[in-house]
């Protein structure tokens, strides 16, 4: 049976019907006057605007995809959505994550931008379309503060002292590259990551910025969030976890 509540009363029920006086609108009082569409419609449009920008700026935010340096994981123009909340409660990226950056340091010089009009800034400011034009990058997190990453001839990747296998990388890349920034052995400061593109040589990360002042770290202070979902296109549609290689064990330096 379902749940459906009716009225009980009809007009066969006399003695509990309302009289006609009881009725009628107490004096002074006219009836209920009801807004039209059009009159609740600028309210309406205006609570949603506001409700979409709390959750832009407080809960997840939609961005766009620039570039190929994190193939076959992320396709150019994919959106992706990032959760925002987790890290105001002080919660760190950890490894394998996906995050999005604010430009640690000039990375993005040389790379050109589509420039967003006018109503893609309002859109995007108020969360109804993907970030765009804005200095973000987006990598996948491989050190962490206290972390020795390595990269010695084409790999394997090392954490630690781990190789990784990286089934994420990009298909025909090899996990190192052998150009001279592609090699390396740096230990992550505090409060801080070294982070790098699943299309190894494609990708303008950590690696070739090391004569940067912050030595190719990317500050947790410049972190919007995790990356969680690919959101767009509908069949791009595929959350992003953390792969297994980071939850092997030994990885974590012993202090």
């Known amino acids: 049976m ?22 009628a609108p107490a004096p002074g009082r006219g009836p209920k006057r009801r807004h039209s569409f059009w009159t609740e419609l600028p309210i309406l449009v205006g609570i949603a605007l506001a409700l979409a920008f709390l959750i832009k700026t407080f809960l997840l935010q939609a961005f766009l995809i620039p ?32 995050v999005v950056f604010r430009d640690p340091g000039d990375w993005l010089v040389g790379h050109p931008m589509e420039e967003p009009n006018t109503v893609q800034k309002f859109l995007s400011f108020i969360g109804l379309m993907p970030a765009a034009g804005e200095k ?7 050190g962490v503060a206290g972390d020795t990453v390595e990269c010695t001839g084409t790999g394997p990747l090392k954490v630690n002292g781990r190789p ?16 001279g920034d592609g090699q390396f052995k740096v230990t992550v400061p505090s409060g801080h990551l070294w982070v790098m ?22 500050p947790l202070t ?34």
């Open 2 to 23: 379902g749940d459906l509540v009716i009225d009980a009363r009809s007009d066969a029920e006399g003695p509990e019907d309302v009289p006609s006086d009881e009725a």
């Open 67 to 98: 570039s190929g340096s994190m193939q076959n994981t992320l396709l150019k123009d994919d959106r992706v959505l990032v959760d925002k909340l987790t890290p105001r409660f002080g919660s760190e990226p950890a490894r394998g994550e996906v």
């Open 136 to 142: 973000h990058l987006i990598k996948r997190v491989i």
């Open 164 to 179: 990784l296998t990286e089934p994420y990388v990009f298909p025909g890349n090899t996990a190192c590259s052998t150009d």
């Open 197 to 218: 593109g699943d299309h190894r040589q494609s990708s303008q990360d950590s690696r070739y910025h090391q004569s940067d002042p912050r030595r190719g770290m990317v």
């Open 222 to 255: 410049d972190v919007v969030g995790r990356a969680v979902v690919i959101a767009w296109p509908v069949g791009h549609w595929a959350t992003l976890p953390v792969p297994s290689t980071f939850e092997q064990p030994g990885l974590t330096p012993t202090p």
